[in-house]
């Protein structure tokens, strides 16, 4: 069964406080895997699609990385408005849905 | 812009009292689907749709059914509310299903409450 674990729950950073949010996941071949920006009470907003280990991409202050086994998702110098909660996902759950991680609780305090 | 509609945004309805929440999509993208999240929880897939070709979760219970009849638009039923189903409902479209590699965007979500 295909398996997604985030850590940590829930992390608090003062602005400008670099940091990870790390995503495992175990699956049988993987067809990628997503990063999405969830704010409270709003649906989740797409950041990064990673196919392959090795591969990176950046936006903004955010740079995604993964490996055969992870992914990070780095965030640089963050701001008050980089708090949300920060969601994996890998394609699973049949044919097409993707199977969620339970997320990250960012909070960027001033 | 193109987008991901849902409605309403909040739902209230009493145990047992089916109720229908209600998607449309402008992005026209063949595949719609169907979360459930609870308070705290990852979302959780009910069904998808590809064009009308309906694809149901081996552990979504019978309560809950789903219809698309047409494109752009798709509809959640829940047949008897229970305590349990009070979640956000998140509906999300891709472009396509091909090995799932198509990003998925969500619309804002409508929160069920089940009193």
């Known amino acids: 069964e295909d398996q997604v674990t985030q850590s940590p729950e829930a992390l608090r950073l003062q602005e400008g406080e670099s940091s990870s949010l790390n995503c495992s996941y175990t699956?049988?071949?993987?067809?990628?895997l997503f990063w999405y920006r969830q704010d409270p009470g709003k649906g989740p907003e797409f950041l990064f699609t990673?196919?392959?280990a090795g591969e990176e991409k950046e936006k903004e202050r955010l740079k995604a990385t993964l490996t055969k086994k992870e992914s990070f998702l780095h965030i640089t110098a963050p701001k008050p408005e980089d708090s949300a909660t920060y969601l994996c996902a890998v394609p699973g759950g049949g044919a097409d849905g993707l199977t969620f991680g339970k997320g990250t609780h960012l909070i960027i305090q001033p | 812009d193109a987008m991901v509609i849902q409605n309403p945004r909040y739902q209230v309805t009493q145990f047992g009292k089916p109720v229908t929440l209600s998607c449309s999509q402008t992005?026209?993208?063949?595949?719609m689907y169907w979360y459930q999240q609870k308070s705290s929880q990852a979302p959780k897939l009910l069904f998808h749709y590809y064009d009308k070709d309906f694809n149901n979760e081996a552990d979504t219970p019978d309560n809950f059914q789903s219809r698309r009849p047409n494109t752009s638009f798709c509809f959640l039923d829940i047949r008897s509310p229970g305590l349990g189903d009070a979640a956000m409902y998140l509906c999300a479209t891709s472009r396509s299903r091909w090995g799932g590699q198509d990003e998925q965007f969500f619309g804002p979500g409508t929160r069920l409450t089940v009193l």
């Open positions: 699956v049988s071949g993987l067809r990628g």
């Open positions: 990673l196919y392959s």
């Open positions: 992005l026209n993208h063949n595949v």
